[in-house]
Nanobody, 119 residues
Framework: VQLVESGGGLVQPGGSLRLSCAAS????????MSWYRQAPGKERELVAV????????DYVDSVKGRFTISRDNAKKMVYLQMNKLKPEDTAAYYC?????????????WGQGTQVTVSS
């Protein structure tokens, strides 16, 4: 099982980045996928979540209207398009896969990609 994030980097306030997460080793289309972030000294927080078939999404209030989560089940990819970035978006971003079936929870994390918003 592997989740590999990419697309992070340094961007100026107001700029955009697109994060990608490549999945392998599990049945991707069965899993709810999420993006989390963790800034230094802060707890990891849920940023966005998308249902297994992509029909439903949700976002933390601070990114609504700026970030968009999407997925391509054929490619086993999940994306986070981040627009109008702010310095407070600076964090390590992680993707997570989660499935609950027959009372068991299966959960996998990627290693993270750093996003820094600074002028």
């Amino acid at each position: 099982v592997q989740l590999v994030e990419s697309g992070g980097g340094l961007v100026q306030p107001g700029g955009s980045l697109r994060l990608s997460c490549a999945a392998s080793g599990f049945t991707f289309s069965n899993y709810v996928m999420s993006w989390y972030r963790q800034a230094p000294g802060k707890e990891r927080e849920l940023v966005a979540v998308i249902s297994s078939v992509g029909a439903s999404t949700d976002y933390v209030d601070s990114v609504k209207g700026r970030f968009t989560i999407s997925r391509d089940n054929a490619k086993k990819m999940v994306y986070l398009q981040m627009n109008k970035l702010k310095p407070e978006d600076t964090a390590a971003y992680y993707c997570k896969a989660r499935l609950v079936v027959s009372g068991r929870t299966y959960e996998y994390w990627g290693q993270g990609t750093q996003v820094t918003v600074s002028s």
